[in-house]
């Protein structure tokens, strides 16, 4: 199936996009929202900031995706998501996360894309328990992938204990 794990840092993947986990602002912040725009350079906070804002702050709300060049990236293309913030599991949590991986790769299939990498989506700052995201993460792009058979995608993790849970999870769907 083409859908691999790796332990990597994304900003450095030579992908058709890479995506990033960043909040509704979409004006950069830390873990990879961080690194991205830092490896992206100035402009991909330009392109940003000049998305449209839906309400005051608000470029792209929990669940949703938006495109922006990869500016010095090697990836062409970011796609922003932004996941939800994990509050126990029973505000929505899953539907959101799903909801930024379809909305992910309804972008992509939009402009022609086919390599996609994907991090952790939730798994840092917003707290999501990573085997439960990786569940969902993964259940949804496996759905994708039955779809869309073109598709070449990447769950990048950023350490090694995280592609094992990312793992574990996949060997379990098999
Ligand atoms: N490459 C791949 N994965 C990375 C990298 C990297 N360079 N750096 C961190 N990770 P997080 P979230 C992993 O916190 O939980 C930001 O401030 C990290 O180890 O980046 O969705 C945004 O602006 C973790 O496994 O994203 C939002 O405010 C995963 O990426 C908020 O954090 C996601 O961790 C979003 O929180």
Redesign the pocket.
């Known amino acids: 199936m083409p859908l691999a794990i790796v332990t990597?840092?994304?900003?450095t993947l030579a992908v058709d996009a890479i995506v990033n986990?960043?909040?509704e602002t979409l004006l950069?912040?830390?873990?990879?929202?961080?690194?991205?725009h830092r490896a992206a350079g100035p402009a991909l906070l330009a392109a940003c900031r000049a998305l449209p804002q839906l309400a005051p702050g608000v470029r792209c709300p929990t669940g949703e995706a938006r495109i922006t060049p990869g500016f010095d990236l090697p990836a062409h293309w970011v796609i922003h998501t932004v996941?939800p913030v994990w509050h126990g599991g029973d505000h929505g949590e899953a539907a959101l996360l799903e909801s930024c991986h379809r909305n992910v790769l309804h972008l992509a299939r939009e402009h022609g894309l086919r390599r996609i990498a994907f991090?952790?989506?939730?798994?840092?700052?917003?707290?999501?328990p990573?085997a439960l995201a990786a569940a969902v993460a993964l259940g949804t792009l496996r759905d994708e992938l039955t779809r869309e058979r073109t598709l070449d995608l990447v769950l990048?993790?950023?350490?090694e204990p995280?592609r094992t849970v990312f793992q574990a999870a996949l060997d379990s769907m098999m």
Do not use: K, L, Q, R
Request: aromatic fraction near 10%; glycine fraction near 24%.
């Open positions: 990597a840092d994304i900003t986990a960043a909040n950069g912040g830390g873990g990879v929202d961080g690194a991205i996941g991090p952790a989506i939730s798994c840092g700052v917003y707290g999501y990573a990048c993790c950023y350490s995280m």
